[in-house]
T-cell receptor, first 115, second 115 residues
Framework: EAQVTQNPRYLITVTGKKLTVTCSQN?????MSWYRQDPGLGLRQIYY???????DKGDVPEGYKVSRKEKRNFPLILESPSPNQTSLYFC??????????????FGPGTRLTVT | AQKITQTQPGMFVQEKEAVTLDCTYD???????LFWYKQPSSGEMIFLIY??????QNATEGRYSLNFQKARKSANLVISASQLGDSAMYFC????????????FGAGTILRVKS
């Protein structure tokens, strides 16, 4: 089954304790992306990757890191989480191209709470 | 500048009736795509329908149709014969042309279907 998986699904942590949210896709997609969802703001892109070892900032990258060492995996790293990073996080993947529509497949989401 | 605007924070509709969720967008790129996603209370993002800027006809997918008015820059989602299972958050999103798959989302509209 084609899917994007994220782990953990729920996480409560404390300020400053480093954490990693994993994302994996089994569709051989080149493009992967992280979004955060906040009430009244919709989803905003944090980081994206167009291929292995190619990553770039999205609209809200501060406080986050990513890596893309393998095509299927795109972990999101919070080196020193703060309460303003409490949010619902989504990983997404798709084929990369210049034509449409190239639907993005979303993971199930990770609900993070930083106290 | 807000690229996607959803002006209805919440909507109610009677079961079996039709409902229109509004979405306006802003772009100077002649090539773009518009997407609608559904997010039930369980949190996952479900792709509903897509409309390309060059598509001559409005997109339809089962009970979902997209009322695309290019000159007015609007891409409203119409759900016919509403069902209780349609109760969810609905997001409008846009991808602009070029090499990259970034989606820009609106703030969302919560739809509640009444029995």
């Amino acid at each position: 089954e084609a899917q994007v998986t994220q782990n953990p699904r729920y996480l409560i942590t404390v300020t400053g304790k480093k954490l990693t949210v994993t994302c994996s896709q089994n569709m051989n997609h080149e493009y992967m992306s992280w979004y955060r969802q906040d009430p009244g703001l919709g989803l905003r892109q944090i980081y994206y990757s167009m291929n292995v070892e190619v990553t770039d900032k999205g609209d809200v990258p501060e406080g986050y890191k990513v890596s893309r060492k393998e095509k299927r995996n795109f972990p999101l790293i919070l080196e020193s989480p703060s309460p303003n990073q409490t949010s619902l996080y989504f990983c997404a993947s798709s084929i990369l191209g210049t034509s449409f529509p190239y639907e993005q497949y979303f993971g199930p989401g990770t609900r993070l709470t930083v106290t | 500048a807000q690229k996607i605007t959803q002006t209805q924070p919440g909507m109610f509709v009677q079961e079996k009736e039709a409902v229109t969720l509004d979405c306006t967008y802003d772009t100077s790129d002649p090539s773009y795509g518009l997407f609608w996603y559904k997010q039930p209370s369980s949190g996952e993002m479900i792709f509903l329908i897509y409309q390309g800027s060059y598509d001559q006809q409005n997109a339809t997918e089962g009970r979902y149709s997209l009322n695309f008015q290019k000159a007015r820059k609007s891409a409203n989602l119409v759900i016919s014969a509403s069902q209780l299972g349609d109760s969810a958050m609905y997001f409008c999103a846009m991808r602009e042309g070029g090499y990259g798959n970034k989606l820009v989302f609106g703030a969302g509209t919560i739809l509640r279907v009444k029995s």
